[in-house]
T-cell receptor
């Protein structure tokens, strides 16, 4: 079983739509969680950290459900510029800062 | 401030050759991690170095090796290249390694093609 699993998509949505991505992780002892965004042929860039209490940054909301071992990302009022691959990232936190990445969910926002 | 830098940006090699990839972390960051990203997949962890010591190793063969220098820059070496080594190699830096919530910042990567 993979450490982190995501629906690969693609999610094709019109501008202004609300879209949600989910991600599950296998290690219940995992310590920290992130969403990264990766544009085509570019490096991953941090979108937001995910906290147990949930957190919001503008149009983006991240939630963590430790009991069910899943992480979600909600994007409201989608923009064309949101088109990218969204990577779910988990740090199991053994004794060093190692990231496990999901395969990514591709989002296409259409005009 | 400059971000993570990597060189070269692109590289073409043939099977059996070796390659050295280089990374300079963000100023003040002491930890460097290397990841391999094959097309259509998320990055896979290869190594992490902190204060010039290897702190973690992923599930990669011994053909892969790395080191970190006193100035915290790092090299990734891959020997006896295989076609399957073709990938984007990403370097990430972070300030410390013990803080599990520490964010990692990625460089632009080196795109390696093995023919």
């Amino acid at each position: 079983r993979k450490e982190v699993e995501q629906d690969p998509g693609p999610f094709n949505v019109p501008e202004g739509a609300t879209v949600a991505f989910n991600c599950t992780y296998s290690n219940s002892a995992s310590q920290s969680f992130f969403w990264y965004r990766q544009d085509c042929r570019k490096e991953p860039k941090l979108l937001m950290s995910v906290y147990s209490s949930g957190n919001e940054d503008g149009r983006f909301t991240a939630q963590l459900n430790r009991a069910s071992q899943y992480i979600s990302l909600l994007i409201r009022d989608s923009k064309l510029s949101d088109s990218a691959t969204y990577l779910c990232v988990v740090n199991p936190g053994y004794n060093f800062n190692k990231f496990y990445f999901g395969s990514g969910t591709k989002l296409n926002v259409k005009p | 401030d400059a971000g993570v830098t990597q060189s070269p940006t692109h590289l073409i090699k043939t099977r059996g050759q070796h390659v050295t990839l280089r990374c300079s972390p963000i100023s003040g960051h002491k930890s460097v991690s290397w990841y391999q990203q094959v097309l259509g997949q998320g990055p896979q962890f290869i190594f992490q170095y902190y204060e010039k010591e290897e702190r973690g190793r992923g599930n990669f063969p011994d053909r892969f090796s790395a080191r970190q220098f006193p100035n915290y820059s790092s090299e990734l070496n891959v020997n006896a290249l295989l076609l399957g080594d073709s990938a984007l190699y990403l370097c990430a830096s972070s300030h410390r390694v013990e803080d599990v919530g520490e964010t990692q910042y990625f460089g632009p990567g080196t795109r390696l093609l093995v023919l």
